[in-house]
């Protein structure tokens, strides 16, 4: 009985080696084109409503002796709103792509408004700071998308169309060596986050 269960389990075993030597893509008649050239490219769709948020807090502990353990904290919120499967539809997935910068760049924008800053001017100097300030591509994860969200590709003629109204002193090719209204550096505070051993 064992024999049996032996010689079965070779047989597959050699029968599957023989199948896959003598069927590779370019020798079966039924296969004319490797099936990585003709997988569609696919994209990530969301339920309908579906938001992402990223939270910053700062905490700072109050240095009063009576009554101890008070602390003061500071947060900011980004909502950021995930494509369904109509915006991927509707929408050239490139200019999308500008347009969800753009949106990210004004919610940035607003919070840090709302925290009497200049806004405009912090997501300016981090968009100037991207260029210098990061990593080469694939060296780290959080300088990837960093770049990603702060890197404004000037030469391309529909992200001037898109995000051009709302920040057209991008296209002063020396917008970055000019003085700043900022006084925080969004991305060093998200560098210098990595930094802390826990």
């Known amino acids: 009985m064992i024999v049996k269960k ?87 997935r490139k200019k999308l792509h500008h347009r969800q910068k753009r949106e990210f760049w004004e919610t940035l924008q607003g919070a840090l408004d709302s925290r009497n800053m200049n806004g405009k001017a912090c997501v300016v100097r981090s968009i100037c700071e991207a260029k210098t300030h990061l990593a080469p591509p694939g060296k780290s994860l959080v300088h990837d998308i960093l770049r990603a969200v702060f890197t404004a590709p000037l030469h391309d003629e529909e992200f001037h169309k898109e995000v051009g109204i709302a920040y057209t002193e991008l296209s002063d090719p020396d917008i970055c060596s000019q003085a700043n209204d900022c006084t925080f550096s969004f991305l060093d505070f998200v560098l210098e986050l990595n930094k802390f051993k826990t």
């Open 6 to 92: 032996n010689l079965r389990l070779i047989f597959i075993v050699l029968l599957s080696i023989l199948a896959k030597g003598l069927c590779s893509v370019n020798q079966c008649p039924n296969i004319k084109n490797p099936l990585g050239s003709i997988r569609k490219r696919r994209h990530l769709t969301f339920p309908d409503g579906s938001t992402v948020s990223m939270t910053t807090s700062v905490v700072k502990t109050f240095m009063t002796h009576v009554p101890s353990g008070w602390f003061m904290s500071v947060e900011a919120d980004v909502v950021y709103h995930l494509p369904d499967a109509k915006v991927i539809l509707a929408h050239n």
